[in-house]
Each structure stands twice: as structure tokens, then as C-alpha cells.
């Protein structure tokens, strides 16, 4: 045992061994890997091994790709023996619009990955897999380069080559606690000896939540079982000269591929799935499986031998039964712990072997404190203390039992909520709030009406399209209002309140009281890591206001460089609500309620107040991300509902309406308005994203010699603002493939139709060449080719005329 080591790894699994490995890549070797038993010896060792290029969610997509390229070509270079990887390719098969929809969107993406991503005919697949029978399917993807590998063919290549880079593997050894030392560094005590490390990395797979109560925390991990079949050989496989394409589809609900000359069979019951171990692991489990339960597949195993009749001519050699982690949205857990210094999770895939390159980008995060993917979906701060038990039991649940179930683009489903709810939402559910969900966070997306009560699933265009149109009418011509709670919202105070937000602060801070500014903070090579509205109360006091989600990412952000600084940061996110009230008439109905002077002249356009709203204080920024006149109104939980039907009070005879996130996110792409997680992510900087105006690098901030180098020397992509010349039914999601003279030129980053202005509109990063106005491009969206041009100013009031009312 090592009694110093600059990275200590917990766990022996796919995700910790290629941690291990690809730190030493980067020239981290002072690392040490603990292991409580032999390597893979978790859920590892009996994973199917499936890895496909079939997925929806871009950073997992390239993730994926990068461990197709790590099997097939960098552990042959590098160790110089024959590639393990199967390389077999893959099917998958659809039967619903919603899934033709969603796979011809994912055709889109693909291109943005990049991988080969082909639909094909029945006849193409029947080629392919001449056993299957496709007569019921309605579309059919073919990923060639998709295949599957033992896991363990992988993972000990890695820590061989790991070891032989310099890092130490310490086997049959159980991490028995975690203390943090004055130092900052943390005790690792394991039944060899102690030692002291500058990170933790919780990588313990099934045990990553026993190995989090050590240091605290909550790991919102549950583990399913998961069977899978194995067959006697069939005569027709033997036949054969190539490896059948392993095979997914939505009816059997299971993967179904060649083994030896038999079948592999492994469905994801869509009702009776089996969670295990909800008390706690115990620590003796140890490469070991469950007896087989082949009566809960058996509905399942049933539809398989409908759409592969040949496997139900064959007997069954043997049934896998193991543990495998599911999160809450079934996305591996991966980044730092928040609330703590230099402990990181890397642990929760349902996965891993598919992801098994997730080291690589773990190591860029721990070294140089950014990745070059967007990690948002998948950093572990996206959960806190509201994911408990109950929830992640519910949810992981559903995970695994909606594994091969089409979703819609804007989908949120019902099963374990609602977890955090503003104060105004029983009330705005009986006028006909529909809800999404954000961060668990219900949020309103649009109100149902007499002729329309809800929308189906879809890729294309919602069926509350019309209703839609209403809500933002009535922002245009009268007033609206949108419940802003749960957006997050932190109070920085102290002496030194000024002098560390300008040094997290791309933007010049205001610089008077009741003053409001936009900025951007960046990481140390240049990303956004936030957007946050930074209002200045007072030299000493400022709030700021930005993205649910980033809740507690930014959180942990401003704590971990908070060093130095007399500075208290509290996060007020569930003790404040709000609401925007926006539009031509909203000033008339605020003042009616209002003893203060709301004139321009008295209350100016990026200002702020504390103004008396019946009896009550409340905080008013005058500021409207939907490009109309407006206020945003802060207070209390417990006194929204009050202000809120005040305003309903008075509203009602100015034409007041409620309106959701659908109207809300048209209003501000006809703004040209960009948004965290879409148009600002960790991959680019604000140069890339036209933020130059918000960007002042006269100044020192973090992150600030990065981007003064993209200021002087531009980067590969741009920021553009998209106009459609078409009528097609179906908005931009984001990832969509962009297209210039049929060459690919970049990706959407999501879009809207502009009810004000009458037509589609999109973000996309671009070729930097090529953002200039009119120039015409082609959008690949689920419903085909669409055309649109590059607009260099917003389509709607881009002179702020109606802001500045």
C-alpha cells in the first residue's frame, strides 16, 4: 500500500479501471486503484457487453463512439494483440410514428457524433439478419459499427497498461472509510493500511452509495436485477459466415444477438422489474449472481421467438441474473461531489462497458477542470437531497423499465413526482397547467384550453402548436405571466462580495446600486460553466439568478473559489419564487396593485427595486427575457400566491393570460436570447456563443487568457441565428445536422416557431465562415430537409423599442 497518492479510484470496475488508465495517459501516474475484491468483479464481469451507436443523448452518443474507437483501434495499438471487440454492427426496430419520428431525428444527430447511422429497407435488414422477421416494422436503423466485447477482454488490458504507465492497483482491499484532513486532502482507510490522497473518486459501481455514506452523501443509485439467456447452438447459425447484428426493438423489449453459434437473449421487462439490495450492499457480495427467474421474462422471451423464430427451436444452456446500478434518469453519475472538495463520483451506468471511455473525459474534468464534451446530463450534482430514497427507487424503476420505449422530444413522465413545486402549482394544475420537469422542478409548459387538453408524444410539432400561439399573442398585444420559481438563485454577501464575483465574472459587474448585468462565468480553459443575472443590491450584497439545473453546479463553482474571499454564499432557490409579468400592459397592471412609481423614468429598463405590492415587499427587476416590457417579481414562497392572484385581480380586465416554457422559449428565440444547456455550454466559450458585448477583457477573470486568445484568433465554430423559408410542421430539438451547399457545416443547439413573427427559428454553431446575413442553409429535422437563412439581428424589436417602453 501506497501511503500517498495524488488520485485514489474506489472501485475495480469498466468505469474506475478506465479512469485509471486514461489519467496515466495524461501523465497522472501517483494514482492508486483500490479494489475490494479481483477486477471486474462487481456487475462488470457478467455484463452482455452491447455497445451501439443508437442513442439520444449527444454526449452519451460520442462517449460511446470514443469506446467503439478505444476497442477496435487504440487497446489493439497499444497493447499489439488482435482487437476483442465483435464488431457484428446493429439493428434497431420501430413499429410507432413516435418511434419513426424519433429514429429519423437521431439520424439527424448522428452525423454531429459522427457515426454511421443508416435506415434501411426491410429487405436491407433482412440481409443482415436473415433469421429476423421485420413484417411488422415500421422503420429499421442500421448501425454497422456497433458490436459487443467480454468486458473483461477490455478492462484488463487497461489496468495492464495503466500499471505499466506507473499507477498501483491494490486487489482484495476494502475501503472501510474516508475522513477529510485539515490539509484538504482526504484519509483513505482500507484493511491494508491508510492512505492520504488529493482526490477521491467513487467509482465503486453497486457499493458507490455505501462508499458515499462514507464521506456524507447521498448516491441516488438503486440496483436492478437483469437477466439475460444464453442458448445451445442453432443449425442455421452455424450455416452462416458472418456474426449476426445484435437486435433491439420496442416488442419484445429486449436485445437479442449471436453467441458462439447460439442466441444471447436479455429483455428489460416492461412491468415486475426486480430492484435488489434497497437496504444496503452487503460488503461479502462479490462476483456473485442470482438464481435465474426465467417465468418474470417469459412474456418477453415469448415475443422474441415471434420476431426470431429460431431462437425458440433451441434450448437454454444458461441464465445470467446480476445486479446492474440505474439513476433516477438512468444517466452514469460522473464529475465532482458537490459540497465537497476533490471527491468525485464516477459511478451509476447501466452501461458501462458501452461507455467505457468515460475516463477519458473524467480525466481532462479532474486535470484541467473542464472536458471537451458538454457533461451536464451526466454531472452528479444534477441530484440532491430532493432525490431521495422513494424517488430514486420509483425512478430507477422506470429507467429500466422504459429502456426501449420511444420517447418524445419534450417528454416528462408522470412516475415519482412532483418533487419540488412552486408555491403556485395546485392552482396554475386546476387552470390547466401542463407540466415538464427540470432539476425536479415542475415547471408550467403551456395551459390546456377547452378544444385542446394535451399533446402526444412527438418529434415534430406539438399538438398544443395553436394553444401556444395564444399565450404568446396575448404577451404581444396585452400581458402575460409565467411562474419564474425554481430558478436558481444564490445571495452573495460580505466584504469581498464585489472582488470575487469579478473574479468569476466575464462581464463588468454593475456598478451602481439596484443595477442589473448578464455574465458568463467561465472555467480555466475557456468553457461557460454558467449564465447567472447578477444584480447589485449593495457593494457588499448581490443576487443572482440563472438555471435550475446549474443549481447546484454552480453552487459548488462559486464555493470551490471562494478561497480568500470574505464571502458568504447562500442559496435561496427554495425559500424564494417569482413570477415574470410581461407585455404592453403589464406596467398598468403592476401599478394597480403598487404604491410606488413605476414610470420609466422612475423605474428605467435593467433596474431594480424593492416596491410594495398590496402589503407586502417585493423585489421587482425591470427585465423580460420575452423581449416585452416587463417586470420580474421576487418574494417569498409564501407570499406568491397572494401577489400572483392580485395580479389576476386586476389583470383580468387588461387581457392578463398565463402562459408556459413553450411560449416562453419562442418569445426569447425571436429575441435572439440564448439559454444555458443549449446555446451556452461547457465546450465553447462566449466568443464562440456572440457574447462578445457581455465580455470585458480589459479585466482578469478565470478563464479570461483563453478567451482572449479566441477573441484574437476566432475558433472553428460560431454562433448562428437561424431563420426558416419553409412551412414545415417540426421545430429543432437540438443536434440537428446543419447543411451548406449539402456539405455538413454544424448542429442546432434548438428552436422554436416565432408566434410573433410567424415562422420557425433555430440556433445552430456553424462554421464561423458562414454566419453572415442571408446566407442560406438546410436543417436535416425528423420530417426531412429544411431551408433557412443566417439573420445577424433579432427578427422581433431588435431595437429593444418595447423593452425600453
Known sequence: MKEHAQVVVIGGGSLGVSLLYHLSKEGWTDTLLIEKGELTSGSTWHAAGLVSNFIGNHTVAKIQQASIELYTKTLPEETGEPSPFHQCGSLRIGYSKLEEEWFRNLASRAANVPCEFNIVSKAEAQKLNPLMNFDNARIIVSTPNDGHVDPTSVVMPMSQLARANGATISRFNRVVDINPLPSGEWEVVTEKGTVRAEHVVNAAGCFAPEVGAMVGVNVPIINLEHQYLVTDPHPEIEKLDFELPVCRDSYSHAYIRQEGKGFLVGPYETWGSKPWALDGM???????????????????????????????????????????????????????????????????????????????????????????????????????????????????????????????????????????????????????????VVQGYEKPLWFATDSIRGEQPHWSRSDAHAVVAEECAAVRDNAGIIDISGA??????????????????????????????????????????????????????????????????????????????????????????????????????????????????????????????????????????????????????????????????????????????????SLRMEKMYHAWGSEFTEEISGVEAGMGRFIDTSRDFLGVEVVREREANGGEIQLAYLAFDDDIACECYGNESVFHNGEHVGLTTGGAFGYRVGYSLAFAYITPDLVQQGIELEVQTTLGMRKAHVEIDAVYDPGNERLRS
Open 488 to 665: 436558481a438563485t444564490f445571495a452573495v454577501t460580505g466584504e469581498d462580495a464585489s472582488a470575487f464575483l469579478n473574479k468569476l465574472s466575464c462581464n463588468k459587474l454593475p456598478a451602481k446600486d439596484g443595477r442589473l448585468s448578464l455574465s458568463l462565468f467561465h472555467g480555466p480553459n475557456g468553457g461557460i460553466m454558467t449564465e447567472q443575472s447578477i444584480t447589485r443590491i449593495s457593494a457588499d450584497h448581490y443576487l443572482l439568478v440563472g438555471p435550475i439545473a446549474g443549481e447546484h453546479r454552480d453552487l459548488h463553482w462559486m464555493q470551490t473559489h471562494s478561497d480568500g474571499f470574505d464571502v458568504t454564499i447562500e442559496n435561496q432557490t427554495d425559500e424564494m419564487g417569482g413570477v415574470l409579468l410581461t407585455g404592453p400592459k403589464s406596467r398598468d397592471i403592476l401599478q394597480a396593485i403598487s404604491t410606488s412609481d413605476l414610470s420609466h423614468s422612475a423605474f428605467p429598463w435593467l433596474s431594480t427595486q424593492m416596491i410594495q405590492c398590496d402589503s407586502a415587499d417585493v423585489r421587482a427587476i425591470r427585465v423580460s427575457y420575452a423581449g416585452e416590457l416587463g417586470y420580474e417579481l421576487h418574494m417569498p414562497v409564501w407570499q406568491l400566491p397572494s401577489i400572483y392572484e392580485s395580479l389576476f385581480r386586476v389583470g383580468a380586465e387588461h387581457g392578463l393570460r398565463d402562459f408556459g416554457g413553450y411560449a416562453f422559449n
Open 282 to 436: 452487503d460488503w461479502a457480495f462479490d462476483r456473485e449472481l442470482f438464481a435465474g427467474d426465467l417465468e418474470r421474462l417469459l412474456p418477453f422471451l415469448e415475443r422474441s421467438m415471434e420476431l426470431t423464430p429460431s431462437f425458440s427451436e433451441v434450448g437454454v444452456r444458461t441464465v445470467v441474473n446480476g445486479p446492474i446500478t440505474h439513476t433516477p434518469d438512468d444517466n452514469v453519475l460522473a464529475g465532482p461531489q458537490a459540497g465537497l472538495r476533490n471527491f468525485w463520483n464516477l459511478c451509476g451506468s447501466s452501461i458501462g462497458i458501452a461507455q467505457g471511455a468515460l475516463g477519458k473525459y473524467m480525466a481532462q474534468w479532474m486535470i484541467y477542470g473542464e472536458t471537451e464534451l458538454n457533461m451536464a446530463s451526466l454531472d452528479s450534482r444534477r441530484f440532491s437531497g430532493w432525490a431521495d430514497k422513494n424517488y430514486c427507487i420509483t425512478k430507477a424503476i422506470e429507467s429500466y423499465e422504459v429502456m426501449y420505449t420511444a420517447m418524445g422530444a419534450t417528454e416528462a413522465r408522470p412516475v415519482g413526482r412532483a418533487k419540488r413545486i412552486s408555491p403556485l402549482y395546485a392552482l396554475l394544475a386546476e387552470k390547466g397547467a401542463k407540466y415538464g
